[in-house]
């Protein structure tokens, strides 16, 4: 059905360069995931240059994390860029139901039709209009309990909607799939799914399908995960192992035995 694997090394050999609009929280630790992984990150969000660097750009990632109007402003002109230059960019709606200006700032970029969405479960159930139990930054929700709500909302936006935790699922609304593997200690370490969400761009930059290029970035954060957790005592030191884990993970370890059809 896919071939994490093909990502993987399509990803490497391309090296994109992934322009990251993302929080202050994420920042480093995303931009140290991208590079581990073979991906080159911009992070670049003032609306003075945000558009002029998405249209120079191989992918944009939005993440909501930390904002402010002037943020915004700079979310929605570099998703303006990528839409005319049919750049590939993935939305990452954090806390999205928490507050009017999230739930507006979302509303807006999701009229801008992201190429992928990736959320947790609370996040992808209040996007698509269900309640949901989420609060704060944490989901309080199953990703079971989202997938058909991920579904509907994937054929209504038009984008792919990645729903991740203990086992990721993603769908384009026709066409959907498991991702299983991890670590425990991932939710544990602030910043990993910001960092993920920036790493399915840089996914998304190299693979013609974003559905498969979503798969991938799940399967590699998967593969790493699993084998940063074997070096790892606890949070403190999985950290460090994460990104070694990113860098080492090849197409054989990245396991496309780990992708189930759903």
Known sequence: MTNPSQSLESMRAAAPLVQCITNYVAMNFAANVLLAAGAAPAMVHDVEESGEFAAIAAALTINIG????????????????????????????????????????????????????????????????????????????????????????????????????????????????????????MPQVT??????????????????????ATIGALAHFAAAGERAATAANGPGSFAPAFLDALAAVDATAIGDDRVEAA
């Open 191 to 212: 910043a990993t799914g910001c960092a993920l969400t920036c790493l399915t761009g840089a996914y998304a930059a190299a693979v013609a399908d974003p559905f498969e």
């Open 66 to 185: 930390t904002l402010s109007p002037r943020w915004v402003a700079g979310m929605v002109e570099a998703a303006a860029v990528a839409g005319k230059t049919d750049t590939p960019w993935v939305l990452d709606p954090v806390a999205c139901f928490a507050t009017g200006l999230r739930r507006e700032a979302t509303s807006k970029l999701m009229q801008m039709r992201p190429t992928i969405v990736r959320g947790n479960a609370s996040e992808i159930l209040a996007i698509a209009g269900q309640e949901s139990a989420g609060k704060g930054v944490d989901a309080g929700d199953s990703v079971a309990a989202a997938e058909a709500a991920a579904c509907d909302l994937a054929t209504r936006a038009g984008s792919i909607v990645a729903v991740t935790g203990e086992v990721d699922f993603v769908t384009d609304g026709v066409r959907g799939a498991h991702v299983r593997g991890g670590s425990a200690l």
